[in-house]
């Protein structure tokens, strides 16, 4: 079973407009990370931003913002007047249990979406 | 800190041979894993490593092979390649199980 989903395989978005990337994960683990990273075309992974399951307040780092909704089980990422540099593939990851737990197999380990492409136009 | 290190980043092989992807990191991290990324697919985990001396199996480990004899190095070994494994593999590391994981720059490799 898809544990991370994007819909949306790609979004175009307006120089200096605002753009929410979706991202809804499915997991029966109280304690959860969620991730975002920013792939460029010259192939790196860029790490974005991190929400855990029991953070009170929406991440936020610069222009990226998450939009956390835990019982929706949803965590789009927020870019902020989108530049030119921001058109890449945007990947969101989970990661399962806790240091609690670390005993866990699965601790530590990333689930990724199938990422969605951004275009931004000037 | 050079972050996390990948050679090569381009590889041709042809079915059957058997090579090794590096990776390095100088940060002092515990925790380390090999991604590939396959198009439309994200990224899947093979193996990953919590330490030295600590390896095991991810969602795709079939024809890879993992050890860590050292803190700083993880390195991927393909048994016998096949063009199934056209890919590009990734390299992680983090602080512990419980931080962000720092990617590498990947390795394309190509099997014919």
């Known amino acids: 079973a898809q544990k991370i989903t994007q819909t949306q395989p790609g979004m175009f978005v307006q120089e200096k407009e605002a753009v929410t990337l979706d991202c809804t994960y499915d997991?029966?683990?109280?304690?959860?990370?969620l991730f975002w990273y920013k792939q460029p075309s010259s192939g790196e992974m860029i790490f974005l931003i991190y929400?855990?399951?029991?953070?009170?307040q929406n991440a936020t780092e610069g222009r990226y913002s998450l939009n956390f909704q835990k019982a929706r089980k949803s965590a789009n990422l927020v870019i902020s007047a989108s530049q030119l540099g921001d058109s890449a593939m945007y990947f969101c990851?989970?990661?399962?249990?806790?240091?609690?737990?670390?005993?866990?197999?699965?601790?530590?380990?990333?689930?990724f979406g199938q990422g969605t492409i951004l275009t931004v136009h000037p | 800190n050079a972050g996390v290190t990948q050679t090569p980043k381009f590889q041709v092989l042809k079915t059957g041979q058997s090579m090794t992807l590096q990776c390095a990191q100088d940060?002092?991290?515990?925790?380390m894993s090999w991604y590939r990324q396959d198009p439309g697919m994200g990224l899947r985990l093979i193996h990953y490593?919590?330490?030295?001396?600590?390896?095991d199996q991810g969602e795709v480990p079939n024809g890879y092979n993992v050890s860590r004899s050292t803190t700083e190095d993880f390195p991927l070994r393909l048994l016998s390649a096949a063009p199934s494994q056209t890919s590009v593999y990734f390299c992680?590391?983090?602080?512990?199980?419980?931080?962000?994981?720092?990617f590498g720059p990947g390795t394309r490799l190509t099997v014919l």
């Open positions: 992680a590391s983090s602080y512990s199980r419980r931080d962000t994981q720092y």
């Open positions: 997991t029966s683990d109280p304690s959860y990370g």
């Open positions: 929400q855990g399951s029991y953070d009170q």
């Open positions: 990851a989970m990661r399962e249990g806790s240091f609690f737990n670390a005993g866990g197999t699965s601790y530590g380990k990333l689930t």
């Open positions: 940060m002092n991290h515990e925790y």
């Open positions: 490593s919590v330490g030295a001396g600590i390896t």
